[in-house]
């Protein structure tokens, strides 16, 4: 059984910067499983936001994120954080941590690569 759980959200401040963390545990050691982080905003379909690889060597970004958001990750504390710098009012949604032991290519931005979700954790940003 896999979990991944996310954490760090909460009620930030429009400008202010957030780090949201991701713990996965399982029967695999966590640096066989490419991560990739989602969001989905009040009343919009999930979307891509990073990914990054087993080593943290190769990271994938969508467009929109324009230099803010910044994906890492710790095989030693089996951890996956995505910093979100000078926050928006639209970056407010549930963020989603994803994992997957399909290695990594060309689908890294897609929801259907990923085999592990977790719950997610809410950014709401005040303007």
């Known amino acids: 059984q896999v979990q991944v759980e996310e954490s760090g959200g909460g009620l930030v401040q429009a400008g202010d910067s957030v780090m949201l963390s991701c713990v996965v545990s399982?029967?695999?050691?966590?640096?066989?499983?490419?991560m990739g982080w989602f969001r989905q905003a009040p009343g919009k379909e999930r979307e891509f936001v990073a990914a990054?690889?087993?080593?943290?060597?190769?990271?994938n970004y969508a467009d929109f994120v324009k230099g803010r958001f910044t994906i890492s990750r710790d095989n030693a504390k089996n951890t996956v954080h995505l910093q979100i710098n000078s926050l928006k009012s639209e970056d407010t949604a549930v963020y989603y941590c994803?994992?997957?032991?399909?290695?990594?290519?060309?689908?890294?931005?897609?929801?259907?690569?990923?085999?592990?979700w977790g719950q997610g954790t809410q950014v709401t940003v005040s303007s």
């Open positions: 994803a994992a997957t032991t399909r290695g990594w290519g060309p689908n890294s931005a897609s929801a259907s690569a990923y085999d592990y």
């Open positions: 990054i690889n087993w080593s943290g060597r190769i990271t």
């Open positions: 399982g029967r695999r050691t966590f640096d066989k499983y490419a």
